[in-house]
Nanobody, 116 residues
Framework: QVRLVESGGGLVQTGGSLRLSCVAS????????MGWYRQAPGKQRELVAA???????NYADSVKGRFTISRENAKNTVYLQMNSLKPDDTAVYYC??????????WGQGTQVTVSS
């Protein structure tokens, strides 16, 4: 069974940084794509950053230059380094993994709150 467990969320002031981690229960080479999404209250879930086999890393325009997605294969972990955080970044952040057959897996989410 595939499990994704996020951590690293919290409360930070505007301009601060956080690093989110997503640990998979299986080898992350099992996935064709992995990424981070977020959902703010009253809004739809949106892509933040993701990478997929054979494609360039994709970032939402709102986070380009501030957020960086990376992976550590030996630890089956994907990270999201978030710098220069803004109140608009406040949301629940979810890790996502997708297989080449189209199966999608989600973590339970981690809350990020940026105070002004």
């Amino acid at each position: 069974q595939v499990r994704l467990v996020e951590s690293g969320g919290g409360l930070v002031q505007t301009g601060g940084s956080l690093r989110l981690s997503c640990v998979a229960s299986v080898n992350i080479f099992s996935f064709n794509a992995m990424g981070w999404y977020r959902q703010a209250p009253g809004k739809q879930r949106e892509l933040v950053a993701a990478f997929a086999s054979g494609r360039p890393t994709n970032y939402a325009d709102s986070v380009k230059g501030r957020f960086t997605i990376s992976r550590e294969n030996a630890k089956n972990t994907v990270y999201l380094q978030m710098n220069s955080l803004k109140p608009d970044d406040t949301a629940v952040y979810y890790c996502n993994a997708a297989t080449i057959l189209g199966y999608n897996y989600w973590g339970q989410g981690t809350q990020v709150t940026v105070s002004s």
